[in-house]
């Protein structure tokens, strides 16, 4: 099965700087590719995602790259702020005879200091 | 506002005692997934529904069962709860069953088997 590697596991950063956040996966039938921002107490809520015929999507102060070659795809959050603390996730998403398996990193928490 | 409701937000329970964790969406999704959330491991599925009276085992689906009665709801059950089942759940939702669709989730229910 698909097996996605989430790096770093904890990253802090000042106001006002970039945060940039990796994830590898392993199978190259991967073809959709999601990040979830975590609250404290909170369920996973979509940030933004990227299919597999893109190479880079960007929304606001986030953006998201993809090498289908290298097999990486990566999160960059510009011009950090306080309530961009949280635990960020990305996930590889498979689509299959039985549907759309979703296969997800172990998380990287973000502390961003005032 | 549509959305996806978790109930009970907080349980515990002790070894033994059979669990049943409640996942509502108004959203009139087809599928419905259950995951369960650990450190180290990030989000792992369970079970997931393409559909009433459609379940489908996951990743980590011993000592768990779901069943699809209605569009709206799927029931998690432990039929047996053990200390290994101490976790968070997550239950999720989403359309269709395309290459490209994004899971919703609702905001988790944390079970403690003592």
């Known amino acids: 099965g698909e097996n996605v590697e989430q790096h770093p596991s904890t990253l802090s950063v000042q106001e006002g700087d970039s945060a940039v956040i990796k994830c590898t996966y392993s199978?190259?039938?991967?073809?959709?590719f999601p990040w979830y921002k975590q609250e404290l107490g909170k369920g996973p809520q979509l940030i933004i995602d990227?299919?597999?015929?893109?190479g880079e999507k960007k929304d606001q102060r986030i953006a998201v790259t993809l090498n289908k070659t290298a097999k990486h795809f990566s999160l960059h959050i510009t011009e950090t702020q306080p309530e961009d603390s949280a635990v960020y996730f990305c996930?590889?998403?498979?689509?299959?005879?039985?549907?759309?398996?979703?296969?997800f990193g172990t998380g990287t928490s973000l502390t961003v200091i005032p | 506002d549509a959305e996806i409701t978790q109930s009970p937000r907080h349980k515990i329970t002790e070894t033994g005692r059979q669990v049943t964790l409640a996942c509502h969406q108004t959203?009139?999704?087809?599928?419905m997934f259950w995951y369960r959330q650990d450190l180290g491991h990030g989000l792992r599925l369970i079970h997931y529904?393409?559909?009433?009276?459609?379940?489908n085992k996951g990743e980590v689906s011993d000592g768990y069962s779901v069943s699809r009665s209605n569009t709206e709801d799927l029931p998690l059950t432990l039929e047996s709860a053990a200390s290994s089942q101490t976790s968070v759940y997550f239950c999720?939702?989403?359309?269709?069953?395309?290459?490209?669709?994004?899971?919703?989730f609702g905001p988790g229910t944390r079970l403690l088997v003592l």
């Open positions: 999720a939702s989403s359309e269709y069953r395309g290459a490209w669709e994004t899971q919703y």
């Open positions: 199978d190259s039938a991967s073809n959709y």
């Open positions: 990227i299919r597999s015929n893109v």
């Open positions: 996930a590889a998403s498979i689509l299959s005879n039985t549907g759309n398996q979703f296969y």
């Open positions: 959203w009139n999704h087809n599928n």
């Open positions: 529904s393409y559909g009433v009276q459609d379940t």
